[in-house]
Structure formats: structure tokens, C-alpha cells
């Protein structure tokens, strides 16, 4: 399983919880993107500064992801994971909220100034969105590649959660997995 969407979304929140409930293993692409600006003594908005012209960066994290995605049993979360698992994932989730609501909740949970997130957030998605463009080919403001599409944003976290895990479980059954958790 793939979920995907923008900063401050939801997707980390609602992939840990699918994976958890539905008893698969959890990875985070941003989990892989840390550990690489780790080794190399960087920041992570360095790295990303990097990144813009150095593919060398994100090929290497995208390979990880799909050998990770290959393996099968797992719920994969990242800004981009869905484009890369496009061929293997059985289910694609993107959770995206307004651009006001994402920032709001950033700032809320790093106990940051809304203008700080502002500009970090709205940077870090350009260089995501031109980069996979220019590597890929592949405009990530398309989601033709998604099962299901959620607008966080209106409801409360229980809500949403209900809505993805049920459809997940509608999905998993149609396409012939049986997991005992989607019973419950």
C-alpha cells in the first residue's frame, strides 16, 4: 500500500495507523530521505537543496522504496511514494488538505511560526513537483494514479481513518487478499 499527499496532510498518521491495524510493516520515504542526509552531514532542507540537481539523491531513495514496495505486506508513506510504487502498489492513497489547514497543523506540531512553515512548505513542494517532472516525467498534481483521493481537512482525524481503512479493506477483498484485521 502507498500513501501519499503534501506536508502536513495526514499521511504519516493515517499510513502508521492502516499499518498497525491491519498488521503490515510501516516505512516512510522521508524516514529513508533523513537517513541519507544523515550520512552525509546534512541537513534535510540541504539535502533537498542538493537534491534539485543531483538525481542521484532520489533515485537512490526511490530504489530503496521500491525494493521495500516489492517485497509485499507493507504500507509505504511519502510525498511521492505512490508515483513510484504506481506499478506495484494494490492500493494508492492520497490524503491532502488546503494549503492554510497543512500549514496550520505543521506549525501547531513543531511549535513553529506560521511564516516559517509558510516558506519552508511551499518551497519544499515546488522542488518536489520539479523534480519529479524533470526526472519522471510525472506531474504530481495528476492523481489518475489513485484509488482513493481525501480531503482531510473537513473531518476529524476518526473520520478520515474510517474512510480510508474501510475502502482499504473494500479494495484488498475485491482484488482476492484476505486479511483477518479488515473482519473486524
Same mark, same amino acid.
Given at each position: 500500500?502507498?500513501?501519499? =499527499? @503534501? @506536508?502536513?496532510?495526514?499521511?504519516?498518521?493515517?499510513?502508521?495507523?492502516?499499518? !498497525?491495524?491491519?498488521?503490515?510493516?510501516?516505512?516512510?520515504? =522521508?524516514?529513508?530521505?533523513? %537517513?541519507?542526509?544523515?550520512?552525509?552531514?546534512?541537513?534535510?532542507? !540541504?539535502?533537498?537543496?542538493?537534491?534539485?540537481?543531483? @538525481?542521484?539523491?532520489? #533515485? !537512490?531513495?526511490?530504489?530503496?522504496?521500491? %525494493?521495500? =514496495?516489492?517485497?509485499?505486506?507493507?504500507?509505504? !508513506?511519502?510525498?511521492?511514494?505512490?508515483?513510484?510504487?504506481?506499478?506495484?502498489?494494490?492500493?494508492?492513497?492520497?490524503?491532502?488538505?488546503?494549503?492554510?489547514?497543512?500549514?496550520?497543523?505543521?506549525?501547531?506540531?513543531?511549535?513553529?511560526? &506560521?511564516?516559517?512553515?509558510?516558506? %519552508?512548505?511551499?518551497?519544499? %513542494?515546488?522542488?518536489?513537483?520539479?523534480? /519529479?517532472?524533470?526526472?519522471?516525467?510525472?506531474?504530481?498534481?495528476?492523481?489518475?494514479? +489513485?484509488?482513493?483521493?481525501?480531503?482531510?481537512? @473537513? &473531518?476529524?482525524?476518526?473520520?478520515?481513518? +474510517?474512510?480510508i481503512r474501510t475502502y482499504t479493506c473494500? &479494495? #484488498?477483498?475485491?482484488? =482476492? /487478499?484476505?486479511?483477518?484485521?479488515?473482519?473486524?
Open positions: 500500500m502507498a500513501v501519499s =499527499g @503534501p @506536508p502536513g496532510s495526514g499521511k504519516t498518521t493515517y499510513a502508521r495507523r492502516l499499518a !498497525e491495524d491491519l498488521g503490515l510493516d510501516y516505512y516512510s520515504a =522521508g524516514m529513508i530521505f533523513r %537517513e541519507v542526509a544523515r550520512s552525509r552531514g546534512v541537513s534535510v532542507e !540541504e539535502l533537498n537543496r542538493v537534491a534539485a540537481s543531483d @538525481p542521484s539523491i532520489d #533515485l !537512490e531513495i526511490d530504489r530503496r522504496t521500491l %525494493e521495500l =514496495g516489492c517485497r509485499g505486506g507493507v504500507v509505504l !508513506e511519502g510525498h511521492l511514494v505512490a508515483w513510484v510504487l504506481a506499478g506495484v502498489a494494490d492500493v494508492k492513497i492520497y490524503v491532502t488538505a488546503p494549503l492554510e489547514a497543512r500549514i496550520r497543523r505543521i506549525a501547531s506540531r513543531e511549535g513553529r511560526p &506560521l511564516k516559517e512553515v509558510y516558506r %519552508e512548505t511551499v518551497a519544499r %513542494e515546488y522542488m518536489h513537483w520539479r523534480r /519529479f517532472l524533470d526526472y519522471y516525467g510525472v506531474d504530481v498534481t495528476n492523481l489518475q494514479i +489513485f484509488n482513493l483521493v481525501v480531503d482531510t481537512e @473537513p &473531518l476529524d482525524i476518526e473520520e478520515a481513518y +474510517f474512510m473494500r &479494495l #484488498l477483498a475485491r482484488r =482476492g /487478499f484476505r486479511l483477518g484485521a479488515c473482519s473486524r
